[in-house]
């Protein structure tokens, strides 16, 4: 059995003596639940041993490090492990969490590590960094327990970039009938975004709100047909085209991508002109293998005061996004590293699904 760490003790004492409060509230209890789960991660860190260090993660977690692919299920991140079982020395492990967030049944902690150690009978040194980890629940019954879904481990001080859905992409034959199908099915009414040039489209907004947004993309007839528009032009009706992920720093997240084994085109420069002269500027960047139909591209904004959630109508929320491909280990490993959560599954054929909450209409479903 582990013994709680200073802060566990501090904060649960804080808790306790709050006037007429219960003895933690779901904050706290949430950062204690954290602080448990890491101390318990640190220790066996301590142990240099596979079978307790493989222990701490779901049965389908993964262990993201440096430069490296997603090691993806506890069986694998044992297996990565176990050569290094008794070579190594860890004489101090400190794991702390500087900021812990519920997020869709999940606790996500950011924070800082610390580690003393070295190759048995060699020399040691101190190694520092910085990780992002997303716990949930597993098990059942008495051996129910708190464990990593994803624990990424950045070294050195740099955070590393920050990553976040940015938008959703429907697509459309025409565009004025997208928006008027978009307006009917979830009462609000997308405004006129603008023309890519050069890619043979234009398209529609719609905001979600804190920086997520929907774009309606229809052939630009004024383009005439290109291979960007030919696909478009065979919708019957709003269907999923594609996603796109943020990110704070499009460079490093291509090198850390390429790393990880993906090959990756970009990053590419990207613009257009809004109806009110403001220009939007950004920087994409697309995974080409591996190949897969659902994986979403990257997008750095020059600036975020013009961020397209800013001035499109709002009324909906982003409430899930699903995908399906028989790629899915890719995607899976891919969303891992980054940590945004979508659903994933297998299947024969590529498709894609978005649910949005629309006020008075209720949930709203693109796609299937």
């Known amino acids: 059995m582990t013994r709680p760490t200073i802060a566990v003790l501090v904060l649960a004492a804080a808790c306790a003596s709050a006037p007429r409060a219960p003895a933690c509230d779901a904050a706290c209890t949430d950062r204690r639940t954290a602080e448990a789960t890491l101390d318990r991660f640190a220790h066996a860190i301590t142990l240099v041993n596979a079978d307790s260090l493989a222990a701490q993660y779901t049965d389908d977690g993964a262990m993201v490090q440096p ?219 697309n995974i080409v293998a591996p190949a897969s139909e659902r994986l979403p591209f990257f997008i750095e904004w020059k600036t975020m005061d013009a961020h397209p959630s800013r001035s499109a109508p709002a009324g909906c929320t982003l409430g899930a996004v699903t995908v399906t491909d028989t790629h899915d280990d890719a995607v899976r490993a891919l969303l891992r590293a980054v940590g945004v959560r979508a659903g994933v599954a297998h299947g024969d054929a590529s498709s894609m699904r978005v649910d949005l909450h629309c006020g008075a209409k209720g949930t709203v479903t693109f796609g299937r």
């Not at 430069?67 to 400190?94: C, Q, S, W």
């Not at 804190?210 to 993309?217: C, K, P």
């Not at 383009?223 to 919708?235: D, E, K, R």
């Open 67 to 285: 430069g490296a692919m997603p090691v993806v299920g506890r069986r694998a991140i044992h297996d990565l492990l176990a050569p290094f079982d008794g070579k190594n020395v860890v004489t101090r492990e400190t794991v702390r969490a500087d900021s812990v967030r519920r997020l869709d049944g999940a606790l996500r902690v950011w924070g800082s590590w610390e580690q003393e150690g070295g190759p048995r009978g060699g020399a040691t040194g101190t190694y520092r960094g910085h990780y992002v980890a997303d716990l949930v629940r597993a098990g059942s019954g008495a051996d129910t327990t708190w464990r990593f879904e994803r624990f990424v481990t950045i070294v050195g001080d740099a955070a590393g970039p920050t990553y976040a859905i940015d938008h959703v992409i429907l697509g459309a034959a025409d565009r004025d009938a997208g928006m008027r199908e978009f307006a009917s099915r979830t009462g609000v009414t997308p405004q006129i975004g603008g023309v890519h040039p050069g890619k043979g489209t234009r398209n529609a907004l719609a905001s979600f709100g804190d920086l997520h947004y929907v774009e309606i993309l229809a052939p630009d007839p004024a383009q005439g047909s290109m291979p960007g528009n030919a696909a478009l032009a065979a919708y019957s009706a709003l269907a999923p085209e594609g996603w796109a992920i943020r990110t704070s720093d499009i460079e490093a997240t291509a090198k850390a991508l390429r790393a990880a084994g993906f090959t990756v085109e970009g990053p590419l420069d990207g613009a257009r002109v809004r109806p009110d002269g403001v220009r939007l500027a950004w920087r994409t960047l």
